[in-house]
Structures are given as C-alpha cells and as structure tokens.
C-alpha cells in the first residue's frame, strides 16, 4: 500500500520505526531475562542515536527547505499522506531526541520492576516523538501527537512516585483536551481547503502556501491549534499538570518531558502556527508574548519558593520554555534563532539537572531540600555536575542556555522593549533561586546522612557528561548550530511576511557586527565598519557574527 | 365454488422469485442454527462430543462467509438488485454489515465456548440461539421492507432475550433476560405501530416504493418518528438507552460481547435503509432530532461512564456514547456520512468484541469480577490480558494508532465535510470525557496494587485466538485502513 516515491533509503522513516523494531523485539524476550531486555533496549535507542548522528551529518547545511522527504499515499480516502522531511527547526529536535533516550536507558540500569514494560514504553514513546518532529501531514502530525501519550502516561504512573496516579490523568487529559480542537481544526482547514482548490489534502506545505482562509476563520483555527501547543509547552496559565507530572515521574521520565515532550509543544508553533495562520500569529503574536513574559517570571518565582528540588527544576522549565515563546512570537531571526537555540539548550541543561536530582533521590529517597547540606564534602563530583548544569541553565555564557536566552531577548527586543526588558528581569531570578538551591544542598558542614551519601557511579557520570559537554561545546561555539538553524528560519520569516503585514524590524546598527574571527573587541571596533555593508543578504550573517563575538566576551 | 377453483389454480397465485445466492448468509446461519439443536436432540443416542457445536457453528459462520464474499463479487461487478419479492435488498452495503455481523458471531462463539465450560452451561442450545439472533442480524441488514426488519428484529431480539438470562440460576441475569425483554417488547411495539402508520401514509411498507412516494403529512411524520424510537432503542441511544447498563452489567460477559456487537451493527444498517435511504426527502425533519439523540448519546455516555464502579457497566455506558458519535454520520446522511458509519461500525464491534471477549475470562469462575476493585493489580496477574484490555480501551478511547481513531477520524471528516463543524466540536470534546473513564481502568490494572497470586488458570484457546484476532485487526485497522475505507466507499454508493 505504501507505495515509494523516492528511491533512496528511507532514513527519517527509519528514526521512526528503529525503536518501534526494538519494542516489538523486545516483546517477545521472557520478562525475567532482564538483561536481554536491556541489551536490546540500548541497541534499538544507540541505532536511533546513530541514525539521527548520520542525519545530522548529512543534512545540507544552508538548504532552509525540507530535506530527505518521503512521502508516500497513505489513506487515499481520506486524503492522508505518509510525509516525513527535516529542516533546520525540526533537525536539532531529532538529535536531541536521538541522544537522550540511549542516556535514559544508561540511566535506568537499577531499575528492574517492570523493566520490560518499561522498555517497551520508552522505545515506542521514542518512535512516537521522532514521528512528531517529522510529519509533514497534519492528520499524521496528529496521530505522532497523541501517540506519545500513551507511554508517557503509563511511565508516570506506573514507575513514578507517591501521587503518581493523579499526576498521570492529569497529564494525560490536559494534553488530550488541548489536543482535540486541534483534530477538529485540521479537519476544517483540510475541508475549507478542498472546497476551494477540489484537492482534499492535509500535506501542510500544500497548506502553507494556499492562502485562501478568510481571516476570521484562520484566527479560530489558530488559537485552536495555540491551545494544543500551548498545553503542551506550557503557556501560563496552561501549566499546571507540568509540576505534577515532573514531580511524580520516575527521573527518566522528567528527564523525557522536559527535554524533547515540552519542545513539542513549541515546535509546534514554529512548524505549524506560524507557517499554517502567519497573519493570526503576527495578530495575536503581542499577546502571547505577554504571556511567555508573564511565565518566565511566574516560573522563576513559584520555583524561588519551592522546597521540593524536583519541582524547583520543573517550574524552571516554564520559566525557560517562556524564553522560547518570546524569542518564536517575536518574529525576528535573532528571536527564532534564540527559541530553537533554548529548545536544544534546555533540553542538555533540564535533563542533565533532573538526571542528577534522580541519582540523589536513588541515594537519599527524598527531595526536600531542606533534608540536604553540605554535599560538596562527600559528593565532590556530583556537586561539581549540578554545579555546571546549574550555571549551564541559569544562562552563564560559555554555556549553551545563554546563547539562547540572549539571542530570544535580542529578538523580543525588537519587536517588544517591555517584554524584554520584564523577561530579562527571569534571567537574574533563575540565577536566585538556582544558586539559592546550590547553596542549600551543597555548602555547609554535613550533618546526618548527608555525611555518608556516596558519590556518583562511573555510569551515572557518563549519563551526564555527554549533555554537558555539549552544552559547553554550543555555549562556546554555536555557529554549527546555528547555520543549520538559519536557513529554515529565514524561509519561515519570508513566508510570513509574505503572506502578511508582518515587516520584521530591521536589527539596530550598533549590534551588527560581521566578523568571523571570535575576537570581541575586533568584533566592537568593527560594529562601525559593518554598518556599512549593508544589504539584505548580509544582514543575517550579521547576527551570526555578533553571537560569536557576543559569546565570549560574556565568558570573559 | 368458482372461487374455490380459482384458489386452487397454483399457477395464478404470485409467488415471489427467491435468489437463494443473495440471501444464503441468514438461511445458512439458520440452517446451522437447525443442524444443532438436531444433535441436542440426539444427543442420547448418539452421543455429543463438546467440541462438536463450537466447530459446527464455526463451519456453518465460514461457509455464510464465503456465500458472503461470492454475493460481494457478483454485486461489485452485476449491480445491487433485489429479491424475494422485494422483502430484501441484496447490495454492498447489506453484504458489508452481514460480513461484521459474521465477524461478530465468530469471535463471540470463540469466546463463549470456554465461558459455557467454565460455568457449566449448556454448549449447544447456546450457539443454537447465538445463531439464529446472528440470522436475524444478517437478514436485517439487508431487509428492504419494514416487514422484513420487523420480522428480523423480532428474530435477533428473542434470541437475544434467552441469551441474556442465559445464567437463569443467577439472579443478575434473571433480571438482565426480564428486563431486556419487557423493554424490548415495549420498544417492538412502538416499531409495529411506526410501521402501520407509515402505512397508512404511503400505502406499502415497501422501502422502494416510500422512497419513491412523497408523502409529509402528520401520519408519515408520526410514523417516522416511532421507527426512530424503536431503533433508538436497539443502538441504545440516549434517552432511550435505560437497559443498557443494567442488561450489559447481568447478562453472561460474551453474551453481551455479541450483543454489543452485532445487535447495534444489525440495527444500525436497517436504520439506514429505512430512516436515511428510504426516508430521505424528509431528512429535514429527522435530520434534527438524529442530531439531538447523537449529542445527548455522546454526552450522557461519556459522562455517565466516568462515574461506574463495574466495569462491564462502564462499557455499557461507553456504547452508549458509541452510539452517539455513530449517529454523527447518519445524521448527515450523505454518501461519505454512510461510509463513515460502516466503518466505525466495524471499528466498534471488533474493539467491543475484543473487550468483552477479554472481560469474559478475566471475570473469573462465575462472572463476577467486573469491579473496578477486581482489576487492581491486574496488569502483574495476567499482564497479557491487561495489555490487550488497554489496547481496546485505548481504542476505544479514539486514540491512534487503532482503528478507533480512524473510525472517530472519518466521522468527524464526513461532518466537517457537510459542514457541521458543531458536531465536530462537541465530539472531539467528548472523546476527552470518555476517555477519562476508559484510563481508570487503566489505573485500577496498571497503577493500582491488588492480589499478587492469579487464580485463573490458562487462557483458553478459543478465547486467546478471538482477542487475538480481534486485537490485530483494530491495529491494522489503524495503521493501514485504506482497504476497510475502499470496501466501504463501494459499497455506500447506493445513496
């Protein structure tokens, strides 16, 4: 029925159906041959891992299109296709997805209650996130979404904590709630579309570029999406299962939400809002700034109170996830730029952080923090983990979570100086409550168990380590990043200006330096020089080159 | 005497050409039906070996099976026409709800087999009635006369009356087998009174011929709406829907796994033949009220579900709201809304025939264990069971990838399509409530901790290959239901 269109191999449907291989392999192994299970379950998420690996190196860097797409007819009847493709905004999602889940089987190797099922859960709550990330076609963009659900929920339920079964209905009916007038509003667009064109088709490039919605109509559709996605991000006041559910999941589930479930949330708004309803998005774009605002200054306060370290990091995700919504809704390339930066950036930084709180819990079964102190002394190497997660999230530069941040509020400055100015106000209450935490747990004299907890296993630092080295890596030189990023971005922010009255304003002079050297006061001294090459074409490079220059200089 | 001669003149009396071909699927069904209550009888002298009626019923299922795929062949190609002087309509849309209603006798009699072991019940004269209730499930899909539906209904219904006080030394299927007749009967009636008023209007029962008369006076419109009561009552629509939870709750588990099933599909075709192909310049006036049944059925199931402590109840509940979102499409009435009602049709009784058919070994000797209490811990007993009860429930629930979801997806498409995006937005909110009511029982297997020690012994042969079966197709159906899709687009162009 799946009949090919293109003749090479499959690779983005092959990111889908590995682990999807695994999980069925992994059925029929005996439950009590658990370390079969386990060897397989890595298998299946390293293969993953070295199929998103090779992506990655493949992808043709400065093509802003999609690449390796494959589409095939899925149900003629009803105007399904099997699309699947990759650009610069979903490519970063696909590697993070790719390198967590092996890091979160990595992490579970103490864990053996149900370890079959378990596998099972993750494996397919991979292939469902992969799928999300790669779908072309609303209705199968739709099926990847809800998809996920399912072995999230079961996750959070069946291996997580105390209220794990309130945490997990809530998570489940939130998300499903949100998600349903998303179903109902593909279904009119799809239907609107073919009443118009004759072609029933759910293909969203077909989609993109019609253009025929009446205005009115589009904004309905987009806030029916918006609630979708802002669920899933979460916006305030959409947020209140993310405490829950972070709180009550077993660590390798937090660590999944936070790092690639959240992100599908925004994606969402970058592939879809954006692309689907640009002028509802340029319409309603100053009111979900407000919003964002009001979450990464919301998060940071309820997190600076939180006594729970677990919940602490959970509100720090709303916190961060509004950095992402400002930067998208600004519609500015340094703002989008800086949203996907924070995407990838959170999700190193979160899950390093709610790995590390996992291994303290496996030590201590508790998470007050108040039940914690002087740590440093007995637990050196894991202190100096969180340490470096820690700054890593709170935005020190030379790690990943500032460039993101600082680009997201260069964007949000142009479009918005109020918001700006309130969300930059986050930057300084993450560095509080963060480091207020740190201090709690870490310095002082140990008293009590705090005198004997052991100190982070090999594994566990291999867990952590590769998700800090690469926070550095893209803290200190994220072009890589960021040229794959760029195109993709560029050809979003064409489209909606073209098909709106959306003007994106234009970059500042005295921020436009061009310098590919990384040299920071080259870098001032030439802010005048590059102001006079002006043009469109250079103007992009331009915020590349005052990231690189603006990076380091912040390090120093 | 001149008239007595004329009546014994056989060549002058009318006597209606039968197409045997068309309408072997009922016949056979009853012929099997027949064949076994004959080994009952001697049974004595002979001797009855107890695999015997399970394999007779399942022979006499597969060769309806093929007759039904033989009559597919000739109508796809030679056109739908009728038969038996006009009494039933052979065409695809009949053929492809007579195929789910053989789907259905099959996997319920898998089913039962063991059950009837189990709790010592009498084998033959069950599939005997399972049979004949399948018979009259058949005929009605393709009856094309009131009187033939009539006559079917009456034929499924009694069948089904005995089936459901099956248990008769159990007192909850006492009362379900009591219950369910009287309001049955009662529901019967109204149908028989629709039926004389419509008459008196048109002057034939005749589907063709009301069809083809256009008639919309206060009789025709009076008896329209008492055939809706009647059919109401078997789909178990909202507000007429008050036996269903108490009938489903007592009744023997795979009874109520055929019943669910094949009962609301059976009752479903002939609704529409008569209410959406027979009666449709008059859709104006019905249209409204197959909304207001469809919505209050979503709504009332959904909500009334959340709050059931059994869980054979909470289905009961959930079929309710089934028939809502099944009414979505015949409301339309146009070829795509017909379509979509066939597929979720299907859909509908495979995940209901895999839930109950679950259910059935999982309540344990004596069919008790049906409370949400009972499925604590659930998922450590009997993990494989507890995993194909999720995966129906999550279908049913319309969550992808299961044939739930593509049933849920074509009706909502088919709305949007006639622009009844309302119904689209209740729906889709609806499916959230009645989703909450299928993760609770989730919860009690998966999240909650019960007895560790299972007392239930292997999971019979019959049953296993029956969930299976039914398992694999509500998954595929899911993934890939392009097949399903085309059989059903075929056969709906009658509209």
Not at chain 1, 407 to 435: E, H, N, Q, W
Not at chain 2, 300 to 309: E, M, N
Request: with cysteine; glycine share 8%.
């Amino acid at each position: 029925m799946l009949a090919a269109t293109g003749g090479d191999f499959p690779l983005l449907s092959a990111l889908v159906v590995t682990p999807l291989i695994g999980a069925v392999m992994i059925a029929f192994v005996g439950k009590s041959r658990t370390e079969i299970v386990r060897a397989f379950a890595m298998l299946a998420s390293v293969c993953t891992a070295a199929l998103a690996g090779y992506l990655l190196w493949q992808f043709h860097v400065g093509d802003g299109g999609f690449q390796f797409v494959e589409d095939r007819s899925w149900v003629e009847a009803m105007g399904l296709r099997y699309i699947l493709g990759v650009d610069g905004i979903s490519l970063w999602m696909v590697v993070l997805t790719g390198l967590i889940f092996p890091l979160v089987f990595l992490s579970s190797a103490n864990l053996n209650d149900r370890f079959k099922m378990y596998a099972i859960s993750m494996l397919i709550l991979e292939a469902g996130i992969m799928g999300v990330f790669l779908a072309l076609d609303l209705v199968l963009f739709f099926v990847f979404f809800e998809v996920v659900l399912i072995p999230m929920y079961l996750l959070i339920g069946i291996w997580g904590h105390e209220r794990r079964i309130y945490a997990a209905l809530k998570f489940f009916i939130y998300t499903m709630a949100g998600s349903a007038l998303m179903l109902a509003a593909i279904l009119t667009l799809g239907f609107l579309h073919s009443s118009q064109t004759g072609v029933l088709t759910f293909d969203m490039r077909e989609l993109s570029i019609w253009g025929g919605l009446a205005q009115s109509t589009a904004q309905w559709l987009f806030l029916a999406f918006f609630v979708a996605f802002a669920v899933k991000v979460p916006i305030f006041p959409l947020h209140t299962w993310l405490p829950d559910a972070h709180v009550e999941a077993p660590a390798a589930g937090s660590v999944v939400l936070a790092a690639v479930m959240l992100k599908m949330g925004t994606y969402g708004f970058l592939r879809f809002s954006l692309t689907l309803f640009p002028q509802a998005a340029v319409d309603m774009a100053p009111w979900i700034m407000v919003l964002g605002a009001i979450g990464i200054i919301y998060g940071a306060l309820v997190a600076a109170v939180q006594t729970d370290l677990k919940k602490l990091i959970a509100y720090s995700s709303v916190a961060h996830m509004g950095f992402v919504v400002i930067g998208t809704f600004s519609l500015t390339q340094p703002g989008l730029d800086g949203g996907i930066l924070t995407m990838l950036a959170h999700g190193l930084n979160t899950s390093a952080l709610f790995f590390l709180v996992g291994f303290l819990y496996d030590r201590r079964h508790t998470r007050e923090i108040a039940q914690f102190g002087g740590l440093w002394k007995t637990m050196p190497i894991f202190a100096g983990l969180f340490l470096v997660a820690s700054f890593a999230s709170v935005g020190l530069p030379g790690l990943s979570g500032f460039v993101g941040e600082y680009l997201s509020l260069l964007g949000t400055f142009l479009t918005s100086r109020p918001v700006a100015v309130v969300s930059t106000v986050g930057v300084i209450l993450a560095a509080l409550y963060l480091l207020w935490a740190f201090q709690q747990v870490f310095t002082g004299e140990p008293e009590g168990d705090n005198r004997d907890t052991p100190d982070v296993s090999v594994r566990e630092i291999a867990v952590v380590a590769p998700l800090l080295i690469l926070s550095l890596v893209i803290g200190l030189y994220p072009r890589p990043v960021l040229d794959r990023i760029n195109p993709s971005v560029e050809a979003l922010l064409d489209h909606v200006e073209e098909q709106s009255d959306w003007v994106e304003p234009s970059v500042p002079p005295a921020s436009v330096v061009h310098d590919e050297t990384t040299e920071v006061e080259a870098g001032h001294d030439e802010a005048g020089a590059a102001e006079t090459d002006s043009g469109n074409a250079a103007d992009d490079e331009h915020s590349i080159g005052n990231l690189e220059a603006a990076v380091p200089g912040g390090a120093k | 005497m001149s008239a007595l001669l004329s009546l014994a003149d056989v060549e002058a009396l009318p006597t209606p050409s039968f197409d045997w071909f068309g309408i072997a699927p009922p016949v056979i069904l009853f012929a099997t039906a027949l064949v076994i209550i004959l080994m009952v009888a001697y049974k004595h002298r002979l001797g009855l070996a107890p695999w015997l009626p399970l394999a007779t019923t399942l022979v006499g299922i597969g060769i309806a099976a093929v007759y039904t795929v033989l009559s597919w062949g000739k109508v796809i190609d030679g056109g739908p026409y009728t038969t038996a002087g006009g009494l039933v309509d052979v065409d695809g849309m009949g053929i492809f709800f007579t195929a789910i209603v053989l789907i259905c006798a099959a996997i319920g009699a898998l089913v039962a087999s063991d059950y009837l072991r189990r709790e010592r019940l009498d084998q033959p004269e069950y599939f005997a009635l399972m049979l004949c209730s399948a018979s009259g499930m058949a005929l009605m899909a393709t009856a094309a006369d009131l009187i033939t539906v009539f006559l079917s209904l009456e034929i499924l219904s009694i069948a089904l009356y005995v089936l459901a006080a099956y248990r008769s030394s159990e007192e909850p299927s006492q009362e379900a087998g009591l219950k369910y007749f009287l309001l049955g009967s009662v529901a019967s009636a109204i149908f028989l009174y629709g039926i004389a008023l419509i008459y008196g209007a048109v002057g034939s029962t005749n589907l063709r011929i009301i069809s083809d008369t256009p008639v919309d006076n206060v009789l025709y419109l009076a008896g329209i709406s008492l055939l809706i009561v009647g059919f109401a009552f078997k789909i178990a629509a909202v507000p007429f829907h008050m036996w269903t939870p108490d009938v489903y709750q007592g009744a023997p588990t795979p009874v109520v796994a055929f019943m669910a099933s094949g009962a609301k599909v059976a009752a479903f075709a002939a609704m529409t033949r008569t209410i959406v192909f027979a009666m449709n310049y008059t859709r104006s006036d019905w249209q409204p009220i197959l909304w207001v049944l469809a919505v209050a059925s979503m709504l009332v199931g959904a909500v009334s579900a959340l709050t059931q402590s059994n869980v054979k109840r909470m289905l009961a509940y959930s079929s309710i709201g089934h028939a809502g979102f099944i009414l979505i499409g015949l409301q339309l009435s146009t070829g795509d809304g017909v379509a979509a009602t066939m597929v979720y049709l299907l859909a509908y009784a495979v995940m209901v025939l895999g839930t109950f058919g679950a259910l059935t070994y999982l309540s344990g000797p004596g069919d008790r264990d049906t409370s949400f209490e009972d499925m604590k811990g659930l998922a450590r007993r009997q993990p494989m069971m507890a995993a194909l009860v999720a995966f129906f429930l999550f279908a049913q629930a319309g969550i992808p990838p299961s044939s739930g979801f593509m049933a849920k997806f074509g009706v909502f498409k088919a709305a949007a399509d006639s622009e009844s995006y309302a119904l689209v937005i209740i729906g889709v909110l609806v499916a959230v409530i009645a989703a909450f009511a299928y993760l609770r029982v989730i919860v009690a297997m998966y999240f909650q901790d019960g007895d560790e020690d299972s007392t239930l012994g292997r999971v019979p042969l019959g049953l296993r290959v029956g969930v299976w079966a039914a398992a694999i197709f509500t998954l595929v159906m899911g993934v890939l239901p392009q097949f399903v899709l085309d059989l059903a687009d075929r056969a709906s162009v009658i509209l």
